[in-house]
């Protein structure tokens, strides 16, 4: 049908079939989707790319088993959410000694054009995040982003709550002191929007 | 710190966590100064801007990512190369041995069995008289493959990454490239580096799977359980397939004698010099003499003939050499 585009049950029901160009249509319509979600949560593009590419490959590999209850977008999303904790995971490993992770791909430092929004606090916000340490980033992200429980962050990166208890305090400090300076006193008018202390 | 006992306090009351008490006690503080007040109002203000954040897009080709999801597809879906071993008792075989033909091969050759063009492969096989075959690979690193071996690489590496598909034996002396991680993948495992030089032996079988490092520094990780470790120099991996578990060991003396040709026997006992020239010359030397097989030998041998190396061994244990070409026996003699 010209000027309708298919629904994702209906290419996935072609992707079962073994159909290329409803797989390309998938893919042209998530695989930025996952890339932005894993930068969200990691900050890491590259292994953006490496969990966006598995995911799609193993859509494909697993075409005809495939069963998707809910939204394919939640699916495809979980399935690059735990992708990545599994890679990370593996990467901790070869860290575990040392406590030498490594650094972020991206650092506020790194982009000219970024420090020049910094009047925008969504993006003061966003550098800040980028410029937590590695495993601090996570937990936060993982609980923010992800909505997980303490509980279940602690089990995903195999560290104990406590230890979530404070990297999350970590990150709130930091977001808090990037933030501070923008925040005027005595307005208060976020904590009336939000009934902050009623 | 007390600041950090409040900002926890806040953080609960956003998750909606805060229990009476500890609300008084927040409202305390929060009385007690503007300060405080605004701390709490950025702590607010962070935590809802974080939850809307969203990194800069990125820049992404569709087209170019989905060429290369293809080709590992590709790569997938193509038969599986055929299981080779070393197994010839033909004569043309002996022949090369004994004379150590070391075939260069700069040229790419094409796999016309390969489904997808992107991956290009050659081997070192013994029906094409291979007995050790240098590869130039596209970045200019190089892989020596042992007879029996084969690998397959990708595109001319213009990808991300620089990868390797590898059956058997090979030594590799990697060119440094940061921003493309070479890759070496086997049926056990995978190998990264950025650039060092190293050796992998993995024929899929229950001989497992060898790492060995002479320089630089490399990564290995277990295909079976992602089990994985980091080797340096005269480091070693080995992965038992029975177990399944992934270990470190150190690099043996002549673990590369098949890629040098240099041997280096300090009190081995003689059997076990005579395996590893076995395998490495692809012949057969017979000791008929079963108690000299425990007699120690110490003895460096470089670049040297088959036929070169077991006579020197017969002269020092006194033996007398039958055969020649890929069978040789050696009968009487003694250890001392």
């Known amino acids: 049908m010209p000027g309708t585009n298919p629904t994702d049950e209906q290419l996935l029901a072609l992707l079962k079939a073994g159909d290329r160009g409803a797989f390309r249509q998938l893919f042209d319509r998530y695989y930025k989707y996952l890339l932005v ?9 590259e292994l953006a790319r490496e969990v966006g590419q598995e995911v799609f490959f193993e859509v494909w590999k697993k075409r005809e088993q495939i069963a998707v209850k809910g939204p394919l977008k939640s699916y495809l999303r979980r399935a690059a959410v735990n992708r ?36 925008d606090l969504q993006s003061i916000i966003q550098q ?28 995903q990166l195999g560290i104990s709550t406590k230890t979530v208890e404070n990297q999350m305090l970590k990150a709130l400090k930091q977001l808090r002191k990037a933030v501070q300076p923008y925040v005027s006193k005595g307005l208060c008018w976020l904590a009336l929007l939000l009934g902050w202390w009623q | 710190m007390s600041e950090d006992l409040y900002i926890q306090l806040i953080y609960k009351k956003l998750r909606g966590q805060l229990e009476a008490a500890e609300q008084v006690q927040l409202d305390e503080w929060l009385q007690a100064s503007p300060d405080n007040q605004l701390i709490a109002e950025s702590v607010a203000q962070a935590w809802e801007l974080s939850g809307a954040t969203t990194a800069p897009e990125p820049d992404i080709d569709l087209d170019a990512d989905f060429a290369l999801l293809e080709e590992r597809i590709a790569a997938d879906e193509a038969p599986p190369p055929p299981v080779r071993r070393l197994s010839s008792r033909s004569r043309w075989l002996s022949i090369a041995a004994a004379l150590v033909v070391l075939v ?7 796999n016309i069995a390969t489904a997808d063009p992107s991956w290009t492969r050659i081997a070192c096989s013994s029906s094409t008289d291979c007995q050790h075959l240098k590869v130039e690979l596209p970045d200019g690193s190089i892989a020596w493959l042992d007879r029996n071996s084969h690998l397959e690489y990708i595109g001319n590496f213009a990808s991300a990454d620089r990868q390797i598909k590898l059956y058997g034996n090979a030594f590799f002396d990697v060119r440094r490239d940061e921003a493309h991680p070479f890759t070496v993948s086997t049926s056990y495992g995978k190998v990264t580096v950025l650039g060092t030089s190293f050796g992998v032996s993995d024929w899929g079988d229950d001989q497992g799977w060898r790492v060995n490092v002479t320089s630089g520094k490399v990564a290995v990780q277990a295909q079976a359980n992602t089990q994985q470790l980091t080797l340096t120099p005269d480091e070693a991996s080995y992965f038992d397939p029975n177990q399944q578990q992934l270990k470190k060991t150190s690099t043996s003396t002549n673990t590369f004698s098949w890629h040098t ?38 003895v460096d041998f470089d670049n040297q003939t088959i036929e070169a190396i077991v006579s020197t061994i017969a002269e020092v244990y006194g033996m007398e050499l039958e055969g020649g070409e ?3 026996r050696l009968r009487g003699g003694s250890c001392g």
């Not at chain 1, 979600?37 to 593009?45: A, E, P």
């Not at chain 1, 992200?141 to 089990?155: I, N, P, Y």
């Not at chain 2, 260069?104 to 094409?110: A, D, S, Y």
Request: proline content about 5%.
């Open chain 1, 128 to 155: 800040a995040i980028d410029a937590l340490p590695e495993r601090c980033r996570l937990v936060f992200t993982l609980c923010r982003l992800e909505g997980l429980s303490h509980k279940e962050v602690a089990a």
């Open chain 1, 37 to 45: 979600t894993v930068i969200n949560i990691s900050g890491d593009r």
């Open chain 2, 104 to 110: 260069t091969l700069g040229l790419l050759l094409r």
């Open chain 1, 84 to 119: 990545m904790l599994n890679q990370l995971k593996a990467r901790r490993l070869q860290y575990l000694d040392d406590e030498q992770m490594p650094e972020l791909s991206t650092r506020p430092a790194d982009d000219p054009q970024q420090q020049l929004q910094a009047d």
């Open chain 2, 326 to 328: 890929r069978r040789f």
């Open chain 2, 261 to 298: 040709r240099r041997f280096n026997f300090n009190d081995d006992p003689l059997s076990a010099a005579i395996q590893t020239l076995e395998k490495v010359y692809a012949v057969e030397i017979i000791i008929e003499e079963q108690a000299l097989l425990n007699c120690p030998i110490s």
